[in-house]
């Protein structure tokens, strides 16, 4: 199975800090078909995850654009550009471009 | 609006069997996989497996092949999960999603 290793585990930040999370896999997360499929997601306490970004860099709908993907092959990072509080949680990384689907062990975001 | 219903919360013995529901609504039942996660508490996301609506065509991560079965009602837009064979290791909160769109969850505990 695909692992994909999250740092930092724990964040800790101020309100209007930036702040970046990387995700790294132990193979290329490059389809044969083009595509990458790495997504984020943030889970707030008592919540469901909430998917934030798609395919490495593609904002889901309702998704503030102070988040943002980047990455390819194997090394993919979350940015966020200045942190507010409703952003408090776990951020995980997922890939479903090897089955089966596999997720990080997640990072979780505090107030400084 | 997209909503993923998820039934309520069980306790059930050690060494039974519980079935789950998931019913969706505000999309094509069977346009999208329905993937079904696991989350221990306080611990991060397992992918179990996830199954084609439209053909009951399923895949199963390894560690899932004999515990959790997959099924769909196209007539209900209805997506089941049913775990077998209950320890103590299945207690944990189980949600239902397509990917962009997640179920509530649901809290099954095991208990004698």
């Known amino acids: 199975d695909v692992v994909l290793t999250q740092t930092p585990p724990t964040l800790s930040a101020t309100i209007g800090q930036s702040v970046s999370i990387s995700c790294r896999s132990s193979q290329s997360l490059l389809h044969s078909n083009g595509n990458t499929y790495l997504n984020w997601l943030l889970q707030r306490p008592g919540q469901p995850p909430q998917l934030l970004i798609y395919?490495?860099?593609r904002l889901e709908s309702g998704v503030p654009n102070r988040f943002s993907g980047s990455g390819s092959g194997t090394d993919f990072t979350l940015k966020i550009s200045g942190v507010e509080a409703e952003d408090l949680g776990v951020y995980y990384c997922?890939?479903?471009?090897?089955?089966?689907?596999?997720f990080g062990a997640g990072t979780k975001l505090e107030l400084k | 609006e997209v909503l993923l219903q998820q039934s309520g919360a069980e306790l059930v013995r050690p060494g039974s069997s519980v079935k789950i529901s998931c019913k969706a609504s505000?999309?094509?039942?069977?346009?999208?996989?329905m993937h079904w996660v696991k989350q221990r508490p306080e611990q991060g996301l397992v992918w179990i497996g996830r199954?084609?609506?439209?053909?009951?065509?399923?895949v199963y991560a390894e560690k899932f092949k004999s515990k959790a079965t997959l099924t769909a009602d196209k007539s209900s837009n209805t997506a089941y999960m049913q775990l077998s064979s209950l320890t103590s290791e299945d207690t944990a909160t189980y949600f239902c999603?397509?990917?962009?769109?997640w179920g509530q969850g649901v809290m099954v505990t095991v208990s004698s």
């Open positions: 997922v890939q479903s471009t090897h089955a089966p689907n596999t």
């Open positions: 505000g999309y094509t039942f069977t346009d999208y996989y």
């Open positions: 999603t397509t990917g962009p769109y």
């Open positions: 395919l490495v860099s």
């Open positions: 199954i084609n609506p439209a053909n009951g065509n399923t």
